[in-house]
């Protein structure tokens, strides 16, 4: 029996072994992730795909690494309240935001990196707050974030809280530079995850509330699209409106009200001086700035424009959808794909930017390299579908931004069948005692059950902080619908 | 005991379908080789990496699929001998040819669509060629390869063999199509591999043997190259030359004699109507038409044209390295990288090729997904690094497209170590015993042991057939480094 049981042991053990060499071989197939290196580039041309994925499930390594966090003792030196801006490629990421299901996330990599580098304790008392969240598949190129980071600044500075139990002596001479928070952070960051520049913040300071604007690109092919139409009709979602009809409802998380204000929408070429004719390979983007987005909110903006730009749908269609008294529900439509977009700026008032040269060459280097991989990939295919359509092949008007398959026949969107009303959606909740009406300022109003009301923060214009309430503190995934746009 | 034994096997059988599932989701993870599917695009948007690699390599099957293929009756069926035509992108294989340390190549899975739609018995018997092998990571839009094909023409047709014991009734009556060959194993090939189309040969046509030419192509953006230099360097390499200081020398396989003939060389704007100023971002193609290649010739000419456009040497480095009595021996210097590179054409004169043009268009529409994947992220990219470059990062100049890693100062080829020269390469062989002397007709002159003088069958200008015997015919990787180029 138990010879059995052996032999059953050493199979699996051999199988183990067989899957995990397959899982390596296949992470250092993997090219399209190792991006912003700071190694030289040549040297693997088929690196890891995420350096820090293998080690972070293992849970004693993780053990490990917070009880080196313990052994250091972060009270004895300075913290500073400061401002990180971040940039990533979410094309291998379940999102920015930490899950529970998955430990692939930016956020994840991010912790791991401040843990290791010992410029932060533990996350909960790292004062962290994020400007946005981005959903799965979707990258930034300035995501901020403000935490509190060890520093070396024993003499105080803009954010800087120097120990209590600091005698005077030594450590009170001048102070040196603070640490070198972008190249520690860079270093044992995924190459895919970058930290661009850093920026001393005043206390109180947060990423998430004292962000003025954000800016979203979504870039796409012209195929057979009729863009300037879309320009036209991007230029519709300028204003402030209540925008439930183009975004996918986030009642459950306390998202109550929809109105949003879009500073700018246009929809332009992504190289001005190369348009000559209507080539169908040539790249446009469509690029919207605003106070603040709902959740999905710019995918289902530019679903509208794809849809219009096909001529499905006229640029009407937008000014109707907006117009919430005369279509209250939202018309059951599949919002755009989640690899074209970009959280491109998130803009701040009052924070002064250390950028780092030489640290923004390297990743501008690594970006170019894989700009050039992804260029002579693009070309190659590009180059087939040219031999193929010299031979006869039909080229296909599908426009594949546009989640779910293709419909046979189109419905136009205000035929459709509709989604839930807000009042439907509240009612759920209220009948499930999640949410409770409350008296408020502006009269009964619905808030999160035990929650202040939604009106106590807000001034016009600006997203109120206190609608999204943490339910729940341990996971994020509940924080700032308001702010994400994706 | 035995209870500990069996708790070690349940936590091994957990890893086990932990690995397993991590394996899946990075599979489901591996974006860019999700190609030209015959399925609707948007059904999955991050697809299976390669649907036969997971079931290749269990062994079990393969015995079945065997087993399978015997049961089926060949014998009652006529046989056709055609040409393929076939395009595949190169990036997650191995290369073309069937390889003995990994199954990861083009051909293994294409026999093994061969036999899984029962159009081969077995590829021993298949009566195989192929025009040329490409290298790993090189991809081809117009790869030949002739074999014996199950057909449905009873009565005969161009390339057909009837069995002999076919008996004249119902089976003589007047054929009806032949098999629909492409459809058939577009549908069991992986994505990024698409049989394009077929054409029915003549007894004794053979893709190796008959391919009057062989074009490649080599993209690669300007940077900051000279490409009007690099245009008029590439002029240089059209005639006749002996080539030995532009690959890598395989002597070892046989090949035995550099002089080869170059059609026509050229470096190009992919898009020429979109040239304007000297953009670092516009791609150029090398495109080089041969009559024969010799192994890592064209990665070998494009690694000079790269040197060349860097201005590290002049155009004339090609003249005097194609003069191998001033310069006979190779100096040491890297070729280009292998993911640009394309087999873009095979010629073959007489060949009737049958396009199923469904086929063809949903080829195209699946590459035209993919390259708008592709294009968008290439976009994605451009858009970070033009922000990047707008903050002050310094652009790279180093050209990424050489192996290895980039060189502090730059040694002129001429003033390099060389590699050992062919002479020194073929006394190696003697010493092995595995070339001896031989008498020809050019008098006395090298051979691989035991083979035919290779001028027994050569013509000016094509390279010789019998120069490289398969010293052993089921491994296929001795086969014809001739022809190939990369």
């Known amino acids: 029996m138990s010879e059995a049981l052996i032999k059953r042991i050493k199979e699996l053990e051999a199988d183990l072994e067989k899957l995990k060499s397959q899982l390596q071989e296949r992470s250092e197939a993997g090219d399209d992730v190792e991006l912003m290196s700071n190694t030289s580039p040549n040297e693997d041309t088929h690196c890891k795909l995420n350096s820090n994925t293998t080690t972070s499930s293992i849970s004693s390594k993780k053990g490990n690494k917070a009880s080196k966090a313990r052994a250091f003792d972060f009270s004895a030196n300075p913290r500073r309240h400061v401002a990180l801006r971040l940039a990533y490629l979410g094309w291998s990421y379940q999102g920015f935001a930490v899950q529970e299901n998955t430990d692939n996330t930016v956020e994840a990599r991010l912790f791991e990196a401040l843990l290791k580098t010992r410029l932060i304790q533990e996350r909960q008392t790292s004062n962290y707050h994020r400007c946005g969240r981005t959903d799965k598949g979707v990258s930034a190129f300035s995501q901020v974030i403000t935490i509190d980071l060890r520093s070396t600044q024993f003499c105080g500075g803009l954010g800087v809280t120097v120990p209590e139990h600091v005698v005077a002596g030594a450590k009170n001479k001048a102070n040196g530079s603070e640490l070198p928070y972008v190249k520690m952070l860079n270093r044992v960051l995924p190459q895919d995850i970058r930290v661009l520049d850093w920026a001393p913040a005043a206390e109180g300071f947060s990423a998430r509330f004292d962000c003025q604007s954000r800016t979203y690109r979504y870039y796409f092919p012209r195929g057979s699209l009729d863009v300037t139409l879309m320009a036209d009709a991007a230029k519709r979602y300028e204003g402030t409106y209540d925008f439930r009809n183009l975004c996918k409802m986030d009642v459950g998380n306390g998202v109550l009200q929809f109105e949003r204000t879009i500073l700018s929408a246009s929809v332009k070429p992504v190289r001005p001086q190369l348009i000559s004719g209507v080539d169908q390979y040539d790249l446009f983007m469509f690029e919207i700035k605003g106070l603040g987005f709902l959740y999905h909110q710019v995918r289902c903006m530019m679903a509208l424009l794809l849809l219009i730009g096909q001529k499905l749908e006229a640029p009407e269609i937008i000014n109707q959808l907006l117009d919430v008294k005369s279509n209250p529900r939202k018309p059951q439509y599949s919002m755009a794909v989640d690899y074209p977009l970009v959280l491109h700026d998130c803009h701040f008032e009052g924070l002064s930017w250390k950028q780092e040269t030489e ?106 902080p206190s609608e999204m309430p943490l339910a729940n503190k341990s996971t994020h995934q509940q924080a700032e619908p308001l702010l994400t746009g994706e």
């Open 359 to 464: 640290e923004v060459t390297h990743v501008l280097s690594t970006l170019q390299q894989h700009w050039t991989q992804s260029a002579v990939r693009t070309h190659v295919l590009h180059g087939m579908i040219q031999g193929l359509e010299a031979r006869g092949g039909v080229s296909s008007n599908h426009c594949s931004l546009i989640e779910g398959s293709r419909q046979r026949n189109y419905r136009p969107l205000l035929e459709r069948p509709c989604c839930e009303s807000l009042e439907s959606r509240i009612n759920h909740f209220v009948k499930r005692g999640r949410l409770e009406r409350e008296e408020g300022e502006s009269g009964g109003e619905m808030v999160l059950r035990g929650k202040r009301s939604k009106h106590s923060h807000s001034s016009p214009g600006l997203p109120a």
